[in-house]
């Protein structure tokens, strides 16, 4: 089975531009998560997403946006971008939102903001 | 306020020696424990995971953790590390009802042959 799939690998943007991430989570999986990780530290929490619906939200700007397909993949949107939002962003799926579920996790987003 | 602290930023040991990372938390309430793994060029894996029963939990590659809800802390141990067990490694905890993942800020393992 394909794990959690995640595209681009690597992008470079300029200051005020927007940028859109996508994540295909494991077949059969309905719960996408987005994480930022800046270098040296532990992933942040962004958006969780269920059945196409938000279910948590981190403390992020309005910049960030994000949906969640039919299909069950995701989009994070950001908006304006800034030199702070280099960072690796990852994408987690799990089969439900809650419970005994474990999040696996994507080989990341690398962005790059000049 | 929901934390995880992980006391150790950089670990160095030779091959055989034994491990352990310190992880402490704060929630209130229900919590799930967890420590990920990143190797070099990898993507986060999951090591082993608590959620609720026998506090000591077995991972792959022989690594243990400890759940000890008195001092709020899921330390993870090996007895004898391996040069392949150089990586990153991350403990996070969520509350029962969520899947939100508060991860700490990492400790970085280099294991010299």
């Known amino acids: 089975d394909a794990g959690v799939t995640q595209s681009p690998t690597h992008l470079i943007k300029t200051r005020g531009q927007h940028v859109t991430l996508r994540c295909s989570p494991i077949?059969?999986?309905?719960?996408v998560s987005w994480y930022q990780q800046v270098l040296g530290q532990g992933p942040q929490f962004i958006f969780q997403?269920?059945?196409?619906?938000?279910?948590g939200r981190g403390n992020f700007p309005d910049r960030f946006s994000a949906r969640q397909f039919p299909n069950y993949s995701s989009e994070l949107n950001v908006n304006a971008l800034l030199l702070g939002d280099s960072a690796l962003y990852l994408c987690?799926?799990?089969?439900?939102?809650?419970?005994?579920?474990?999040?696996?996790f994507g080989p990341g987003t690398r962005l790059t903001v000049t | 306020a929901q934390s995880v602290s992980q006391h150790n930023h950089h670990v160095i040991l030779s091959e055989a020696a034994s491990l352990e990372l310190g992880c402490n938390y704060s929630?209130?309430?229900?919590?799930?424990l967890f420590w990920y793994v990143q190797y070099p060029g990898q993507h986060l894996q999951l090591l082993l995971k608590?959620?609720?029963?026998?506090?000591l939990v077995k991972g792959i590659k022989g690594f243990e953790a400890e759940f000890i809800k008195s001092k709020f802390s899921f330390n993870l141990r090996k007895p004898s590390v391996q040069w392949s067990d150089t990586a990153e490694y991350f403990c996070?905890?969520?509350?029962?009802?969520?899947?939100?993942?508060?991860f700490g800020t990492g400790t970085l393992l280099a294991v010299q042959p």
């Open positions: 987690a799926s799990s089969l439900e939102d809650r419970g005994n579920y474990e999040q696996y």
């Open positions: 077949s059969g999986h309905k719960s």
């Open positions: 997403y269920y059945e196409k619906e938000e279910r």
């Open positions: 929630y209130g309430g229900t919590v799930n």
């Open positions: 608590y959620f609720s029963g026998d506090p």
């Open positions: 996070a905890a969520r509350g029962g009802a969520t899947n939100k993942l508060i």
